[in-house]
């Protein structure tokens, strides 16, 4: 890869590569350019007593999903539930067996075995862990698994797998442990700094032959026997992605130590090339074993060299290490000394008695250099992947995985586990991963980009009149909004509203103003979505709709302008519009007489029947309109989609909080609650089947601040309907239809508040410290 190796006291090199732990004090001293095989904090579950009290903390809190380490005990601290564990063995007349490692120990050196296990000493310092009687056995041996895996960034988390590996058997034929055949390591233990002793080890360079095999022959072993290979590489990946989690809290708050003020985005100066030691049972489920961050690398025989050159040689590859790097590191250093010089792009500290207009354009502002500071970011972070796809060899992501439901759940256990171990830092941590900013494609930061320089043209235009916009009496918050909403009463099964004073429009014509500080142009790697559609030849017509009460009828479009629609916009797939009264957020149906409490197949299916009626009957309401305009309001903002969507999108994604974005949801769940009251009478419906997909439907909207229903406003992204493809709750066809209205509803309710909010305000931001201060 022509590296050229420099003088062990070169502080200038490239590349720093330590076969030991790296102090802290010299991952602070490295420069943006350089990069160091370490990460401060791995020893979190590189040291085995360190792992076994971190996998026992995350065990407590999710026994389900960290079910691959065997029982552990640390001494002396867990001496005495020790020998609880075994005096309720031995009531249960069990035997068992104990392999007692030292904590901090490599290479298989000071490893012993035990049954009896009243005879460890109370006081020393080792690790006792339940022994695996019952291995999966190849030719009769016992052996494990060196997987390689590679972490090129803690912040963010991104993990790697190398695709080969080393199996390593033990040197004599297994048999299960007893009294006898204790002291036997050969047969015990598979590591290869043990077994290379024995005469017995067979130093064969036949891939299928030797004590010492690759993982890539073992994969085809697998799949000539009618294993299930893409399983056991799941399972493995998933071992692996949950040992890290574990890792993260600790390994990203000791980088930012070491690392302070570093621009978010910035390069990683630590990677980590990791060894980790899998066994598998009978049934071939991987077990951890232990983790080496100072893997081998030597190459006894020729089979260690192709695994070990591959892995390390693929590993560089995708760190992308230059010999410019160096040169533009030093160029990047004095343009941000020249910016803190010169005060370039800080924002100013607002004066406190600044007025209501200088206000909204310092926010305005502040919201601009985030989005483009984000930006940079995503276009930093699309540029590293290309690089990473370019360049994968025979390694393999696996965090963050492609598959959005997986993701879903790693972050979720991420959440879990900055919370068991980071306690009180954990929320401001989650907070800044969490920021839904981080989840925008470039395409859609861009559209935001241009909806604050719209809001900003709009503010200087009003400036000429007067010199801030006053919040008027008649004006409506959407705090004030959602609250008024639901705090209204409920009669006779719909819920009504009526705004106590009338909404306002400003109709201030907006004058011309500065741009954007410098052209903001979009990438060419920035696909464009369907918001840069044009010409109706480029938009898809819109999805056919079945008639209301048959919903496999014959279906029909409807003409003008909604044909030239995008089949991800059409708001409807099931049934014709009906029109819309004129209260906002009512939603209204033709029920039928229920049926009694015990039903049979044939009558829940008639139930569901008339649900699905009841919920196509359904129609968001807005305030202050006649039916035609209200269909005329969700026709003209599909019709003008492409104007319209970064408002929605900054309203939704940004300005809503969490609490807010299910209060919006919460207008359509209410009144589908009490049509399935009426419907299956049913005053506690939670013990429906239908509503708990529902439930499920909702939760999968507002998954990822908003990003779900977000979703379903365009082509890109998961769609909700993937929560059925892996559960075990089945949802019959007509039940899915029931759900795809659901989401219909949810989108319109969206659509009809966002355009109330919009027609109330004057615009969607700029008026509202709370709204838009989106840190």
């Not at 999903?65 to 564990?85: D, M, V």
């Not at 071992?239 to 980088?255: D, G, S």
């Not at 309710?749 to 969607?764: A, D």
Request: charged share 25%; hydrophobic share 35%; net charge positive.
């Amino acid at each position: 890869m022509d590296f050229i190796k420099a003088r062990d006291d070169d502080e200038t090199a490239n590349l720093i590569w330590n076969d030991s732990a790296v102090q802290h004090e010299k991952i602070a001293e490295l420069r943006n350019y350089q990069r160091i095989n370490h990460f401060p904090g791995m020893g979190e579950i590189c040291r085995k007593d360190c792992l076994a009290r971190n996998m026992s903390k995350m065990i407590k809190c999710q026994p389900q999903e960290y079910s691959f380490i065997p029982k552990t005990w640390i001494f002396p601290a867990e001496y005495t539930q020790l020998q609880n564990y075994v005096k309720e063995l031995r009531r249960k007349r069990k035997q068992k067996t104990f392999i007692v490692k030292p904590s901090n120990g490599a290479m298989g050196h000071g490893i012993w075995l035990i049954r009896n296990c009243e005879k460890l000493p109370a006081q020393e310092h080792f690790i006792v862990q339940e022994y695996l009687d019952k291995p999966f056995l190849m030719e009769g041996y016992k052996f494990d698994l060196r997987i390689y895996i590679l972490v090129t960034s803690c912040d963010p988390l991104r993990i790697f797998l190398y695709n080969d590996g080393l199996v390593r058997m033990g040197t004599e034929k297994y048999h299960a442990p007893s009294e006898a055949n204790l002291s036997q390591l050969y047969m015990h233990l598979t590591n290869y700094s043990v077994n290379k002793h024995n005469e017995n080890f067979e130093r064969d360079e036949t891939v299928d032959k030797g004590s010492k095999r690759s993982i890539s022959w073992f994969t085809q072993f697998l799949r000539c026997n009618d294993y299930d290979v893409a399983k056991f590489w799941g399972d493995i990946s998933e071992l692996v992605v949950k040992t890290l989690i574990v890792a993260e809290p600790h390994v990203l708050h000791a980088y930012r130590m070491c690392r302070p003020g570093q621009p978010p985005g910035s390069d990683s100066v630590c990677f980590e090339v990791l060894g980790f030691d899998i066994i598998l049972d009978h049934k071939l489920k991987p077990w951890l074993l232990e983790i080496n961050r100072a893997p081998s690398f030597a190459t006894d025989q020729k089979i260690d060299y192709d695994v070990k050159k591959g892995a390390l040689l693929n590993a560089l590859k995708l760190l992308n290490i230059r010999a410019s790097d160096k040169k533009r590191n030093l160029a990047q250093q004095k343009a941000e000394a020249q910016r803190r010089l010169y005060g370039h792009g800080s924002m100013k500290k607002l004066p406190a008695a600044s007025s209501d207009w200088e206000k909204q354009r310092h926010t305005l502002e502040r919201r601009r250099e985030e989005l483009k500071e984000q930006l940079a970011q995503v276009r930093k972070q699309f540029s590293r992947e290309q690089h990473e796809k370019q360049h994968l060899g025979n390694y393999r992501r696996i965090y963050p995985p492609d598959d959005k439901l997986l993701l879903e759940k790693y972050e979720s256990l991420l959440s879990a586990a900055f919370q068991t171990f980071l306690a009180g830092r954990a929320a401001s941590l989650q907070k800044e991963m969490n920021n839904p900013l981080k989840r925008m494609k470039e395409e859609d930061i861009l559209d935001l980009l241009e909806q604050c320089e719209l809001d900003d043209e709009k503010l200087m235009g009003k400036s000429s009149r007067q010199r801030g916009p006053k919040v008027g009496k008649n004006s409506v918050t959407v705090s004030q909004y959602i609250s008024s909403f639901f705090l209204s009463p409920l009669t006779t099964g719909r819920m009504h509203w009526k705004p106590s004073v009338k909404p306002f429009k400003n109709n201030t014509a907006p004058s011309v103003s500065p741009t954007l500080s410098g052209p903001i142009r979009r990438s060419i790697s920035c696909p464009r979505s369907i918001a840069s559609l044009s010409s109706p030849s480029e938009v898809r017509a819109l999805s056919s709709r079945p008639s209301p009460m048959v919903p496999m009828a014959t279906p029909f479009i409807r003409p003008g302008s909604a044909m030239l629609r995008s089949h991800s916009l059409s708001r409807s797939g099931y049934a014709p519009r009906v029109p819309h009264s004129n209260s906002l957020g009512t939603i209204h149906s033709n029920i039928g007489d229920s049926l009694i409490h015990l039903r049979s197949k044939e009558q829940e299916a008639d139930l569901v029947h008339q649900t699905l009626a009841a919920l196509t009957a359904m129609r968001i309401r807005f305030p202050g309109k006649t039916e035609e305009e209200a269909e005329a309001v969700l026709d003209e903002i599909l019709d003008n989609w492409k104007y319209h969507k970064p408002k929605v999108a900054s309203y939704w994604l940004v300005k809503l909080d969490s609490t807010k974005q299910r209060k919006v949801l919460d207008i359509v769940r209410t009144n589908v609650r009490l049509a399935l009251q009426r419907i299956w009478r049913e005053p506690d419906v939670e013990s429906l089947h239908l509503y708990r997909l529902f439930n499920r439907v909702f939760n999968r909207l507002l998954w990822s601040h908003g990003q779900g229903l977000w979703n379903c406003f365009s082509n890109t992204g998961s769609s909700w309907e993937t929560i059925f493809s892996k559960s075990s709750e089945v949802a019959s066809p007509q039940e899915l239809q029931c759900c795809r209205r659901l989401v219909q509803l949810c989108r319109d309710c969206l659509l009809v508040v966002y355009k109330f909010v919009s027609e109330s305000r004057g615009s969607l931001s700029g008026l509202s410290p709370e709204w838009d201060d989106t840190r």
